[in-house]
């Protein structure tokens, strides 16, 4: 079947930090992939998203890249400010319109 | 543009009580979906309408859960009786038909707690 797991949380990160979040799928065929960003008190925004292997997608600073070879879809940000702060979600979407969502990893970022 | 709108914010029942839950997709948006957060786990698909039709309700998880889009505009999804499992964060989501049916808005979700 299809699903999505991703790294545990919380990740509590100094501001100018490097983060990766990373997140590994499991789908028949040629899924997309995305990232969602939830900020307090908001609902889902999409953050970036990649149709195809090899596929970079990049947003605000983050880059998530579409590794076929080792199903991943890890998530990236060279530098994290405090507004980053937020929980992040990794999904994929097969044929038909649902999303697959991982648990979420909670991100703080400090002053 | 207005976003995704849910109402209420957060819901407060008592087992066996009788909650509706509504989504006010974006205007223009044919397709709407329901998703639920049980804490600390995934958001899982429940249902996506079409228009006023019901295209995929695979995941919805009992008969206790009633989900409507009358006039294809916006949902309701009714939980009753509400058992203490049902508690967890509902979200909607709309997109358009068309190319650009790849990415769904979101709302902000309903917190609902069954006591």
């Known amino acids: 079947g299809n699903s999505v797991t991703q790294m545990e949380g919380p990740v509590t990160l100094s501001e100018e930090a490097f983060l990766t979040i990373n997140c590994t799928y499991t789908?028949?065929?040629?899924?997309?992939l995305f990232w969602y960003v939830q900020y307090p008190g908001e609902g889902l925004q999409l953050l970036l998203k990649a149709t195809k292997a090899d596929d970079k997608g990049s947003n605000k600073g983050f880059e998530a890249t579409y590794r076929k070879e080792t199903t991943s879809f890890h998530l990236e940000k060279g530098s994290v400010q405090v507004s980053d702060s937020a929980v992040y979600f990794c999904?994929?979407?097969?044929?038909?319109?649902?999303?697959?969502f991982g648990t979420g990893t909670s991100l703080t970022v400090i002053p | 543009e207005a976003g995704v709108t849910q109402f209420p914010s957060h819901s407060v029942i008592e087992k066996g009580q009788t909650v509706t839950l509504r989504c006010d997709p974006i205007?223009?948006?044919?397709?709407l979906y329901w998703y639920r957060r049980v804490m600390g786990k995934e958001i899982k698909f429940l249902l996506h309408?079409?228009?006023?039709?019901?295209?995929?309700e695979s995941g919805m998880p009992n008969n206790r859960f009633l989900a409507e889009r009358t006039g294809g505009t916006y949902s309701t999804l009714k939980v009753q009786p509400a058992e203490l499992e049902d508690s967890g964060v509902y979200f909607c989501?709309?997109?358009?038909?068309?190319?650009?049916?790849?990415?769904?808005?979101f709302g902000p979700g309903t917190r609902l707690t069954v006591l």
């Open positions: 789908a028949t065929g040629y899924p997309s």
């Open positions: 989501a709309s997109s358009p038909s068309g190319g650009q049916k790849d990415t769904q808005y």
């Open positions: 309408f079409v228009k006023e039709s019901k295209q995929d």
């Open positions: 205007s223009g948006h044919d397709n």
């Open positions: 999904a994929l979407r097969r044929t038909g319109n649902q999303f697959y």
